[in-house]
Structure formats: structure tokens, C-alpha cells
């Protein structure tokens, strides 16, 4: 059975506590199911932002997209889940990722270790939270039993593995890390990174609910003037392979859907996130696919 559309909304810009409470309510408004905020330095604190959120708006679920692990200690991690879960009434899911930022870390003064150093301290924070997050007798206790819905998100194999194992939700980076960032994937380089995952998937009993984040959503007549400028930052593909990149949603409104339907065929993406720039811009495309 296709699993229908989700919508997120990753809250990337600050804000005071009013102007976040009425963005909060647009979201909702707008049709979105999920606000999230993200675990960069120079953004909103991510769990006093979520329960700011949960009080502004009465439907959407909370998350993060996604915690950096390199910044948390896991045991006073569950702390924060557990309370923010609580204070939510059950509304959080946490999103988790190893960590891309070389600059971030140095600003924190933290150690920013070779990719499969973080990739082991994300694992042992599942591990972590797995433990306390199911124990009964851990306080303070989550409101969602055993714990709240994890997402994993990554592009490399053993990131891949571990969500087929242990995530509920997966998000597919549809990028490479770079030195300074990230570029984007070409739709044939996506197909494999999901055919690797579905690989390491094949044993789940229930499916993982896959996630994509898009970097732009612009409703316009005019596709390839909306993707032209960012050629420079996307070596290595055309203007034609750009339109096709999962991470780009143009076009009209309903050829924006069309795609959306189209990538949920080929990839499985039925949890769409947009960064909040573009909240405005996906909700005639949420009106579209509602229920779809």
C-alpha cells in the first residue's frame, strides 16, 4: 500500500517569542503535520524552540532535523527527549545525524573527529537512548512508549545500515559531505544510496517511513531560469540533471506534485521537509497532494 505524504517544515530561521508562536501557527495553517528545527549553531535552541512550538499550535507533531550527536551527551540527551516528550504530550520525534560541520564544532570548542568516529558515537547514542528511553524506572519518562519515533539521517553505507536496523524514519541527505558543506546527488546517484538502504532494509518487518529534505521549492512557469543560479554551486550537473534532483521541487503548482508523486514511485519519499523560507511556497503544492 503507498504510504500517503507527510509534510515537515524545518524552522532554519530565529525568531522572538512572538514572531516564532505566529510562524508556528502559519505552519499548521499551511497544512504541515510536523515542525521541526534544526541543531546548528546560529539557529533556535532545539528543545526550548519545540515546546514554544507545541504551545502556539494545537495538530503538528515536533521534531529535530536532526541533532548533531557531536554536541550531546547521550544519557543528558534522553533527559532532554524525555522532558520535551513530556511537555508535549507526546508529540516529539527526534531526528538524529552524525555531524557534518567541521567550523561548528571548532566555534564549540569541541573535537570534530573523523567521519567513522562519528558515525560510532551515533550509533552508541541510539544504544543510549534505546536503554533509558525504555526503561521504566529512568526519570523523567517520555510520554510515547518505549520512546519517541527516531529518525536517522545520512547518505554513507554504515549510517544507511543503522536506520534499516533502528530508525523508524529514514532522511536521505541526497548529498555527499564536502569540505565546507554538502553537494547534491544526481537522481541516478539517489537511486543508489535507496537501493543500498533497501538492501540493508530487506529484513524489517514494518517499513521505515523515508524522508527527503528539499532545498528549493519555487512555483514558477519558468523551471530552468528558477535553477540557473545555482549551478555554480552544483558542479558536475546540468541544468537538466539539477531539475531532476530530489532535493528541488519547481515548476507550477501541479508539476511540483506531479514530481512529488513521481519521486514517491521511484524513491519511496512520502515525508517531505522544506526549510522554513519556502513554508509559504510548498502550501498550495500540501493543498494539492492532501491525501494522495
Not at 526550548?48 to 499550535?57: G, I, K, N
Not at 555527499?176 to 558543506?181: I, N, R
Not at 540533471?241 to 519511496?268: H, N
Request: with cysteine; aromatic share 6%.
Amino acid at each position: 500500500m503507498t504510504r500517503p505524504f507527510r509534510f515537515g517544515v524545518n524552522m532554519v530561521t530565529p525568531a522572538s517569542g512572538a514572531d516564532w508562536s505566529k510562524r508556528c501557527k502559519r505552519a499548521e495553517e499551511l497544512g504541515y503535520d510536523i515542525i521541526l528545527v534544526p541543531d546548528h549553531l546560529g539557529m533556535v535552541a532545539p528543545f526550548p524552540a519545540l515546546v514554544a512550538a507545541a504551545e502556539a499550535t494545537e495538530r503538528p507533531r515536533l521534531g529535530t532535523f536532526v541533532l548533531n550527536c557531536g554536541f550531546w551527551n547521550p544519557a543528558l540527551l534522553a533527559r532532554e527527549i524525555a522532558t520535551t516528550d513530556a511537555l508535549t504530550e507526546g508529540r516529539l520525534e527526534v531526528g538524529l545525524g552524525a555531524g557534518y560541520v567541521r567550523e561548528e564544532h571548532e566555534r564549540a570548542g569541541l573535537a570534530f573527529p573523523p567521519p567513522g568516529e562519528r558515525v560510532d558515537h551515533l550509533v552508541r547514542t541510539v544504544d543510549t537512548l534505546d536503554d533509558l528511553l525504555g526503561d521504566e524506572t529512568h526519570q523523567p519518562r517520555p510520554a510515547q512508549r518505549p520512546r519517541p519515533p527516531l529518525l536517522i539521517g545520512g547518505n554513507g553505507d554504515r549510517v544507511l545500515r543503522l536506520a534499516a536496523e533502528r530508525a523508524d524514519i529514514v532522511a536521505f541527505t541526497c548529498a555527499k559531505a564536502v569540505e565546507g558543506g554538502l553537494n547534491a546527488l544526481s537522481a541516478e546517484e539517489v537511486d543508489e544510496r535507496v537501493a543500498a538502504y533497501r538492501g540493508f532494509a530487506a529484513g524489517r518487518e514494518t517499513p521505515a517511513e523515508l524522508n527527503v529534505l528539499l532545498q528549493l521549492v519555487a512555483v514558477t512557469t519558468d523551471r530552468a531560469a528558477s535553477v540557473r543560479p545555482l549551478l555554480p554551486y552544483l558542479p558536475g550537473l546540468t541544468e537538466d540533471e539539477v531539475l531532476k534532483v530530489p532535493l528541488m521541487a519547481v515548476g507550477t503548482v501541479r508539476e511540483i506534485a506531479d514530481q512529488l508523486r513521481d519521486q514517491r514511485e521511484r524513491y519511496g519519499f512520502t515525508y517531505l521537509t522544506v526549510l522554513d523560507p519556502y513554508m509559504e511556497a510548498l502550501g498550495p503544492v500540501i493543498e494539492e497532494l492532501r491525501g494522495t
